[in-house]
């Protein structure tokens, strides 16, 4: 396709186009791992005159080693093979070989999957491996990992102990400055212990979120910047925070109802800053609501009582049902999230268990801006259906990686 035939296609076309070729693309390196497992028991010394499969490749096809060595590995675990005295040696995943020459599964979704085998008695591989090969079908290798994670702690239950560090001296400065233009900066240094905090907590919520909407294409700067705004999120939320002149620590947004349900205009944040209306309509699915009425001169008058938009009750109803996050393949757990109105409250939708569901701050915004939509289903838990250029019969889509309730069947 040609660089005009991009820019005039449309976007499901586009997807369309990759997703073939990449299946081509797996399709051809699955074949060729069975060919290089072929040429290995013939001897590729007597054949080629080297001594490793994977160095012949790499004179061959101006591979590097490394990726070489891989590929080679990788294919064993696919294919029968050969010990040295001749007897032949089982495939560990024969059922993911096949899956893997229709150019179905990924690398990453294939090396998932024989980690997993690997571990499993032999006795109960072939149901497990038709077990993880359904669920690979309309799941990425991540969420793959979490189900066989779960299998295998069925037969190998484990844990870590916790690690012990030892407290440096402190030596801590920080400032925060705002900028005219609205941009705020922050300088600081600290000493090795509060830098080894804080560079722990912002490296967990600056992971790459390569879920089910796509890879993560943000910069380690706009992850870092990310994670340290989910860092605040969660600061405020704790209940240790210490009172603000007789009130917990807020930030007070003010928009007019009109610009709040149409999402168009700017509503004004804390004393001097500005916010869009499509912003203030995000935060607005889970905050403490002050009405107010004011006279043509916005003076005030008549205010309201402070009332939170979902409450306590329904909050830890949320965290027991959705477990964190509710977005396919989203780790973060009831902490890091906000109740989202699948219905926006300010259209009429009710603050109830059927129109809420737990999204992070990150798949919140996801949500309210993309081809992505949730409903609850049925049975009473949510899910996602993907945009159509991502799956065009709009498959609806749930999360596994949270641990279910130890009652759950």
Partial sequence: MTTNAVWNAEPEALADLLGELFAQLRSCEARIG???????QRGVMELFGYRSVARFLEHLVDLPRQAAEVLVKRARKLHPGLNLDGTPVPPLAPATAVAAREGRLSNPMIDTIVTVLRDVPPEHRDRVEQDLLGFAADAGHKQVAVLGARILAHLHPDGQPPQETEPARPDRELSLRRKRSGVWELHGRFDDETGTRASA????????????EGPDLRSPQERYGDAFSDAMDLAANSPELPMQAGERAHVMVAISLDDLKTGIGKALLGDTGTISAAE?????????IIPAVLGSHSEP?????????VPPGIRRALYLRDRGCAFPGCHRPPRHCQGHHIRHWSEGGPTELGNLVLMCAHHHRLLHRSGWEVRIAADGLPEFLPPTWLDKRRKPRRNNLHEPLPFAA
């Fill in 34 to 40: 069975a060919v290089l497992v072929g040429i290995e």
């Fill in 201 to 212: 907590v912002l490296d967990a919520l600056a992971q790459r979120r390569s879920t089910d």
């Fill in 280 to 288: 203030a309509r995000l935060h607005a699915c889970d905050c403490m």
């Fill in 301 to 309: 008058l008549d205010v309201g009582r402070l009332r939170r938009l």
